[in-house]
């Protein structure tokens, strides 16, 4: 009789992961690559002997920011984080993300977000367009609701002056929506992009 077929092993699945995936051991040297993880690192010549953060900042030059990236791989550490660069030679952005794994190892994990970061960056300009085409209609709005209850169109009646005090409240929710859709369209645009950024917590 045939024998079953045997069950994959750990390793072969992570090789069928779309998303790079290097484990490394206490001294950061690499233990396993999956193929898209080699993929990328081929493309952007980062090197998988010796000490990971070692390779990594060889890169620095590479990216559009290299004091940033060096300052942001070096936080690392032993450290739970993330780096987002920029290959410049390329046109690429990348996300680079580390956590511990069992024992004194860690697992990277290494994707392109090129494309992620350009959806974001076009739903924050429409964002912002959509802001700015909101508050022009919405302060010509208040400039005349004030006008009307100093009387520049005459004496109003009690229902009158309600119904404007009703009309004011809902263009200033408005108006203060407006507001923060913009500050936030603009934090996010700050934020993202080659810019590199970490947000590494100590491991533990």
Request: proline residues 5%.
């Amino acid at each position: 009789m045939p024998s079953p077929a045997e069950p994959p092993t750990v390793l072969a699945l992570l090789d069928e992961l779309g998303d790079g995936i290097l484990i490394t051991d206490g001294a950061g040297r690499a233990l396993h690559a999956n193929r898209a993880f080699r993929a990328s690192a081929e493309v952007l010549g980062l090197r998988l002997d010796g000490a990971l953060v070692d390779r990594l900042l060889e890169l620095a030059d590479r990216t559009s920011e290299p004091y940033a990236f060096t300052a942001a791989v070096g936080a690392l550490g032993e450290a739970v984080g993330r780096v987002d660069f920029e290959d410049a030679a390329l046109g690429r952005c990348f996300r680079l993300d580390a956590s511990p794994a069992r024992e004194t190892g860690r697992v990277w994990m290494l994707r392109d977000v090129t494309e992620e970061q350009a959806q974001i960056q076009r739903r924050d300009e429409w964002v912002a367009t959509l802001g700015h085409e909101l508050r022009t209609p919405l302060t010509s709005m208040t400039g005349f609701i004030e006008l009307l209850e100093d009387g520049a169109a005459g004496p109003l009646t009690p229902e009158q002056a309600r119904y404007l005090e009703i009309v004011g409240r809902a263009a200033g929710r408005l108006q203060l929506l407006v507001d923060e859709l913009l500050e936030r369209s603009g934090t996010e645009r700050a934020t993202k992009g080659p810019a590199q950024t970490n947000d590494a917590r100590e491991a533990g």
